[in-house]
């Protein structure tokens, strides 16, 4: 298998997004890279909306998490950004949401999640085949 030069584990690259998920946005680079900024690798905060940090056309800067030589994607993070190139620091949040979260139940969430996930995955690929 031959590994593209281009790109390594760590660089830091721009990409310009050009669809946007519920899960993520897609990226373009270049060399015909294609890539994936999941949800999760915007910020440490929790993100809700993606739609609130990007839109299509968008050109924006990440890091690349792992590299798919056999087909050019791209597995890309904004959080892992070193801190001068990361738009969207961590903002700790306040004592009082803090200590408010140190009280909730999670358990039924987190009991649900897997099914809820499954659930969005199949809708999802039931829009893309019709």
């Not at 294609?34 to 809700?48: A, K, P, Q, T």
């Not at 959080?79 to 949040?93: A, G, Q, T, V």
């Amino acid at each position: 298998m031959e590994v593209n030069s281009n790109y390594k584990v760590n660089d830091v690259v721009e990409g310009i997004v050009t669809k946007i998920k519920k899960y993520g946005a897609f990226l373009s680079f270049d060399y015909g890279y294609v890539g994936l900024l999941h949800i999760s690798e915007i910020s440490y905060n929790f993100v809700n909306n993606i739609d609130a940090y990007f839109k299509v056309g968008d050109k924006i800067t990440v890091l690349i998490n792992e590299i798919n030589p056999d087909n050019k994607f791209l597995s890309v993070s904004i959080k892992r950004l070193p801190n001068e190139l990361n738009p969207y620091k961590e903002i700790l949040p306040s004592k009082r949401i803090t200590s408010y979260l140190k009280d909730v139940d999670f358990s039924k969430l987190e009991k649900a999640l897997p099914k809820m996930i499954e659930k969005e995955l199949k809708k999802e690929s039931e829009n893309v085949k019709s």
